[in-house]
């Protein structure tokens, strides 16, 4: 189910901002600021949840940090101490991987932004610190790289070293190049790569995942980069060859996709073999909302790994095609031999990210990135 930044999910009935912030979440962020002084938690649930219900999601971040904020001191460094004085407890350490935080816990985020970017920036980075270690203040260190490049990055030089996961795991994640819903930033994207040397080798998942995602946006920027760091990382031997092989197939896979080589090598899969491959596609016209059944026979006079993909070209009314890749088969090919491949390709008629139009569709079939065999099919 694909979920936007205005909380909507696909699902029918189902919205991600109304689970996220609702009378419980806004209870227990009341209970946590009634630990200061003259904080009213009565009246910061009544004016939150009065609020809700016409924003967004982003929208109602803010709306809370500025019911919050109303009861807060003016001056930054008092505020900051007051924000810092309700965190609740932090995420639990021993914890590994999948400790995202509850977003009521953005607000230290949004206030440090809205009132220590200019002038209070070394408190401000302090309290993301704090912050981060109860929700990921991977949105709000932007702002940060933007207007303070120099000192905000000589803060994550130290925060690699960090010796709580979720701080470590900020410095990779507020840095990526394409992050989700959040801003964009004016950092050179090949900057970031010595904080991804050093975070590589980290013990926790949390960031090596991080750390993969930010490589696999690193692919659309400079792909012979990556590469040559993933390379580099291997030969060093400080990560576990496992979490290694995992990081670097997460990395590549746009770059898998597109069938660039050098990533596809990295991988072991080679490009230069010659291969017989047939495509067979049934039922032939398919109805949209009906399954397409894809039937691949390939076969090599070598043994080889092959990484099979598929390629379907959308027919447009407009005229403009659009094109998406799908996995088919990671397998091992055995010399002479033919190796049929089977795929049901459901046609959602709505999907999340495109709609499907009757009319002819070309489907390709790609080999360790290359294009071995195509066929048209009808939507109907």
């Given at each position: 189910?694909?979920?936007?930044?205005?909380?909507?999910?696909?699902?029918?009935?189902?919205?991600l901002?109304?689970?996220?912030?609702n009378?419980?979440?806004i209870?227990?962020?009341?209970?946590?600021?009634?630990?200061?002084?003259?904080?009213?938690?009565a009246?910061f649930?009544?004016?939150?949840?009065?609020?809700?219900?016409?924003?967004g999601?982003?929208?109602?971040?803010d709306?809370?940090?500025?019911?919050?904020?109303?009861?807060?001191p003016?001056?930054?460094?008092?505020?900051?101490?007051?924000?810092?004085a309700?965190?609740p407890?932090?995420l639990?350490?021993?914890?590994?991987?999948?400790?995202?935080?509850?977003?009521?816990?953005?607000v230290?985020?949004?206030?440090?932004?809205?009132?220590?970017?200019?002038?209070?920036?070394?408190?401000?980075?302090?309290?993301?610190?704090?912050?981060?270690?109860r929700?990921?203040?991977?949105?709000?260190?932007?702002?940060f790289?933007?207007?303070?490049?120099?000192?905000t990055?000589?803060?994550l030089?130290?925060w690699?070293?960090?010796?709580?996961?979720?701080?470590?795991?900020?410095v990779?994640e507020?840095?990526?190049?394409?992050?989700?819903?959040?801003?964009?930033?004016?950092?050179?994207?090949l900057?970031?790569?010595?904080?991804l040397?050093?975070?590589h080798?980290?013990?926790?998942?949390?960031?090596t995942?991080?750390?993969?995602?930010?490589?696999?946006d690193?692919?659309?920027?400079?792909?012979d980069?990556?590469?040559?760091?993933?390379?580099?990382?291997?030969?060093t031997?400080?990560?576990?060859?496992?979490?290694?092989?995992?990081?670097?197939?997460?990395?590549?896979?746009?770059a898998?996709?597109?069938?660039?080589?050098?990533?596809?090598?990295l991988?072991?899969?080679?490009?230069?073999?010659?291969?017989?491959?047939?495509?067979?596609?049934?039922?032939?016209p398919?109805?949209?909302?009906d399954?397409?059944q894809?039937?691949?026979?390939?076969?090599?006079?070598?043994?080889?790994?092959?990484?099979?993909?598929?390629?379907?070209?959308?027919?447009r009314?407009?005229g403009?095609?659009?094109?998406?890749v799908?996995?088919?088969?990671?397998?091992?090919?055995?010399?002479?031999?033919?190796?049929?491949?089977?795929?049901?390709?459901?046609?959602?008629?709505?999907?999340?990210?495109?709609?499907?139009?009757p009319?002819?569709?070309?489907?390709t079939?790609?080999?360790n990135?290359?294009?071995?065999?195509?066929?048209?099919?009808m939507?109907?």
């Open positions: 189910m694909a979920r936007g930044p205005d909380g909507a999910g696909q699902a029918q009935g189902f919205s901002k109304d689970e996220l912030f009378a419980h979440s209870g227990d962020l009341a209970a946590e600021y009634a630990v200061l002084p003259g904080f009213d938690p009246r649930e009544t004016d939150a949840l009065a609020g809700l219900s016409s924003r999601l982003l929208e109602r971040l709306w809370l940090a500025d019911c919050v904020e109303a009861q807060l003016n001056s930054f460094a008092e505020m900051a101490d007051a924000l810092e309700a965190m407890r932090a639990d350490p021993r914890k590994t991987d999948d400790d995202f935080g509850r977003f009521i816990h953005a230290p985020g949004i206030l440090a932004v809205r009132h220590g970017l200019e002038n209070h920036r070394d408190r401000a980075l302090d309290l993301l610190e704090a912050a981060t270690q929700f990921s203040m991977e949105f709000y260190i932007r702002p790289l933007n207007r303070w490049p120099e000192e990055l000589a803060r030089d130290r690699v070293e960090h010796d709580n996961y979720h701080v470590r795991r900020l990779s507020g840095t990526r190049p394409r992050l989700p819903w959040a801003a964009n930033i004016k950092l050179d994207p900057v970031p790569l010595r904080f040397d050093a975070l080798e980290d013990p926790t998942r949390y960031v995942r991080s750390v993969a995602n930010h490589m696999n690193l692919t659309r920027h400079a792909p980069r990556v590469v040559t760091h993933l390379r580099a990382w291997k030969a031997g400080r990560q576990t060859p496992k979490e290694l092989d995992w990081m670097t197939r997460h990395a590549l896979r746009t898998v996709k597109r069938g660039e080589a050098e990533a596809l090598a991988l072991g899969y080679s490009q230069n073999q010659d291969m017989s491959v047939s495509l067979r596609l049934t039922p032939d398919v109805s949209i909302g399954a397409l894809i039937e691949v026979t390939l076969m090599a006079d070598v043994a080889l790994p092959v990484m099979v993909d598929y390629r379907i070209r959308f027919h009314p407009n403009r095609s659009g094109e998406k799908f996995k088919l088969k990671t397998a091992q090919l055995k010399q002479g031999m033919p190796m049929t491949l089977t795929k049901s390709h459901r046609l959602k008629g709505e999907a999340s990210t495109f709609k499907l139009h009319g002819p569709h070309q489907i079939i790609q080999i990135g290359q294009d071995r065999a195509e066929a048209a099919v939507f109907v």
